[in-house]
């Protein structure tokens, strides 16, 4: 059980992953690496704290990105933001539409729109990890290769 924990949590594939793999099981690959934090953020959202609970996956998330901008701005200097949004740019778009209306249901009452935005968050996520398999790899190999 813990080895399996620990590569759930761990990156999305290994590099001898990304060689032999295609695309089917790259995208296979990504969405069982994002299984659990889409359950997790279900999870939040049925929790008695869930706002502080989001709070925290906030400031973890804040957190984690600084530190990602940090090391690429030491590497790179001014040019290591741009490398950071080529690394998030299109999927990061949508994984944010999926935490903003994870948001949504933290904050508001129940109101029936829950099975609509648990759809739509699904619908996003599954935007969010074709253009991670498909889109951003190009996109971040030119931001690398311009920068």
């Given at each position: 059980m813990k080895s399996m924990l620990e590569s759930w949590f761990s990156g999305i594939l290994t590099s001898s992953e990304l060689v032999s793999a295609d695309r089917y099981s790259l995208f296979v690959g990504v969405v069982k690496k994002r299984f659990v934090w889409i359950l997790l953020g279900v999870l939040i959202c049925q929790a008695v704290f869930a706002r502080i609970l989001f709070y925290a996956g906030t400031v973890y998330l804040a957190f984690t990105s600084s530190i990602a901008?940090?090391?690429?701005?030491?590497?790179?200097?001014?040019?290591?933001?741009?490398?950071?949004?080529?690394?998030?740019?299109?999927?990061?778009?949508?994984?944010?539409?999926?935490?903003?209306?994870?948001?949504?249901?933290?904050?508001?009452?129940?109101?029936?729109?829950?099975?609509?935005?648990?759809?739509?968050?699904?619908?996003?996520?599954?935007?969010?990890?074709?253009?991670?398999i498909f889109v951003n790899p190009e996109f971040s190999a030119l931001i690398f290769r311009t920068f």
């Open positions: 901008v940090c090391a690429l701005t030491m590497h790179a200097g001014g040019y290591g933001i741009l490398r950071f949004f080529g690394l998030v740019f299109p999927q990061g778009i949508f994984y944010a539409l999926v935490g903003y209306l994870l948001w949504l249901m933290v904050v508001e009452p129940a109101d029936g729109k829950e099975k609509i935005r648990l759809w739509t968050m699904a619908f996003f996520m599954v935007l969010g990890i074709i253009s991670e």
